[in-house]
């Protein structure tokens, strides 16, 4: 081995998670910190995920916003927003340069970590013992804690012809370059909602949605999948529920690189109640993700070498004290903030047993993945829930209640006086408490944190009803919602 370097903390994976999870464990102290990066800091959130998918969003949201009222929507004088101009915001946000925008800077990233004390180590690590990372020919020691990182990656399902055909999966729907006109998208879930949305918004002619089950978005509530695919119908998706893809045949595939047509059109058939045959300029598979826990060492440790890394409520891994999983890689939530949460709370239970503090404090366990999951699905209408939905409380065998209403108040109507929302709240009846809402409509991003708080705090429905929402905000649903249950 070339050498050797020893730090308190050795995180496997630079994204949001791995850089709280440093960030925390070090905070405040003289001790150090590494994080092991093969690709580049800030991870997929920051370059093929959350944010590029979000900037692609936004200007077709910000027109669809302006199109709700008189007085802007008579200014609008074209259908979409501009694709050229979206797409270079896209770069702006994710730090995309060069003639092709091909390559991200993570720069801005790796000052931050350096700021932060935490040196960062291009490569890709592998834990090579108890406490030890290997990186190429470089061993790094961990004195505290060494933690797991890295993410999930997309799954491709094993149909004929379909890996071959080089499919787009989530890296190449946001890093899009070139614009598919025939598109085939292959899922339901939020990835396969929102990328149809700026597909749509950015021009596609075509644009089929094979969905294997009975609705979108199948683990909220029914009327929000209802509801965006009546949105995406209304602009011309064909979405096709249950619908398997059989085979795909594709002569002319070719790797060309993220965000590029990978190859020619492919010929696709399709089985279920949406059987036929397609002819397509590109398929994007949006059908889950797995854990990426292949390859990085878990076998030295006598661990499974795939599938989730799982760990308890202080993030650590069952028999390995000084091992730690923060994020998508341990199967318990793969949303960012979920994993950043997590992170916060691993950070701080390293510190306190770096520092012999004990762990009584509720900080130092990770309980809101467990039924406080807040989530946005930034789709038009936009959707954002928070814990249970009516069939997960009635599955727990809680004494559930649920009251629903449209989000048709003062607020909403301001905002868009032709498409009232619509919300419900599940309550645990005898605990007299939150354990679930769903909001779908104009600016309910904005809605779901109360909610959060609310189930997250325990807070006796009847203490609810003295939240006072102010006038005229969308929030005003709170209080008819309340009212349904008095």
């Known amino acids: 081995?070339?050498?050797?370097?020893?730090?308190?903390?050795?995180?496997?994976?630079?994204?949001?998670?791995?850089?709280?999870?440093?960030?925390?464990?070090?905070?405040?102290?003289?001790?150090?910190?590494?994080?092991?990066?093969?690709?580049?800091?800030?991870?997929?959130?920051?370059?093929?995920?959350?944010?590029?998918?979000?900037?692609?969003?936004?200007?077709?949201?910000a027109l669809d916003a302006a199109r709700a009222l008189p007085g802007s929507r008579d200014r609008l004088t074209a259908p979409g927003p501009d694709p050229g101009a979206v797409l270079g915001w896209r770069d702006t946000v994710t730090g995309r340069r060069g003639s092709s925008g091909a390559t991200h800077d993570d720069a801005g990233q790796v000052r931050w970590a350096t700021g932060a004390g935490i040196e960062v180590i291009r490569g890709h690590g592998r834990i090579a013992g108890?406490?030890?990372?290997?990186?190429?020919?470089?061993?790094?020691?961990?004195?505290?804690?060494?933690?797991?990182?890295?993410?999930?990656?997309?799954?491709?399902?094993?149909?004929?012809?379909?890996?071959?055909?080089?499919?787009?999966?989530?890296?190449d729907a946001t890093n899009l370059v070139e614009v598919p006109q025939r598109s085939l998208v292959l899922g339901g879930g939020v990835v396969a909602c929102e990328a149809a949305t700026w597909l749509l918004d950015l021009g596609v002619r075509e644009l089929v949605m094979a969905v294997r089950g009975e609705r979108l978005l199948p683990r909220m509530e029914p009327f929000a999948g209802e509801r965006v695919a009546a949105?995406?119908?209304?602009?011309?998706?064909?979405?096709?529920?249950?619908?398997?893809?059989?085979?795909?045949?594709?002569?002319?595939a070719e790797a060309t690189g993220y965000g590029r047509l990978h190859g020619g059109p492919a010929t696709v058939r399709l089985g279920g109640d949406g059987a036929g045959e397609l002819v397509v300029d590109e398929i994007l598979v949006a059908a889950g993700r797995a854990p990426a826990t292949t390859d990085i060492g878990l076998d030295v440790l006598g661990l499974p070498a795939r599938g989730p890394l799982g760990v308890d409520d202080r993030l650590t891994v069952p028999g390995h004290p000084w091992l730690y999983a923060v994020g998508d890689v341990n199967g318990r939530n793969a949303l960012t903030h979920m994993g950043k949460y997590q992170a916060r709370v691993a950070g701080d239970v390293i510190a306190a047993r770096a520092e012999g503090r004990d762990l009584d404090d509720p900080r130092y366990a990770a309980s809101s993945d467990h039924g406080a999951v807040p989530q946005v699905v930034f789709t038009r209408p936009e959707i954002a829930s928070v814990g249970m939905t009516r069939a997960d409380a009635e599955k727990?065998?809680?004494?559930?209640?649920?009251?629903?209403?449209?989000?048709?108040?003062?607020?909403s109507y301001l905002l868009d006086p032709d498409r009232p929302g619509h919300a419900n709240l599940v309550v645990d009846a005898a605990r007299d408490v939150l354990v679930g809402a769903t909001f779908v409509g104009a600016q309910t991003a904005e809605l779901v944190h109360s909610a959060t708080v609310a189930i997250v705090g325990e807070v006796p429905v009847s203490r609810l009803w003295h939240a006072v929402a102010s006038y005229p905000t969308v929030s005003e649903v709170w209080l008819r919602l309340l009212d349904r249950l008095r």
């Open 231 to 252: 949105a995406l119908r209304e602009r011309g998706a064909d979405i096709r529920m249950n619908t398997t893809i059989e085979s795909v045949d594709r002569p002319g």
């Open 396 to 411: 727990a065998g809680l004494d559930v209640r649920v009251v629903d209403d449209d989000i048709a108040v003062a607020g």
């Open 130 to 171: 108890e406490k030890r990372v290997a990186v190429g020919d470089r061993v790094l020691t961990a004195r505290e804690a060494v933690v797991v990182a890295t993410g999930s990656t997309a799954s491709i399902p094993p149909i004929p012809g379909l890996r071959e055909a080089l499919p787009w999966t989530s890296r």
């Open 1 to 61: 081995m070339a050498g050797e370097d020893t730090y308190d903390v050795v995180v496997i994976g630079g994204g949001p998670v791995g850089e709280n999870v440093a960030d925390y464990a070090i905070r405040g102290s003289d001790r150090t910190a590494a994080i092991v990066e093969h690709e580049l800091m800030g991870g997929e959130c920051s370059y093929w995920a959350c944010m590029p998918s979000k900037a692609l969003l936004g200007p077709g949201a």
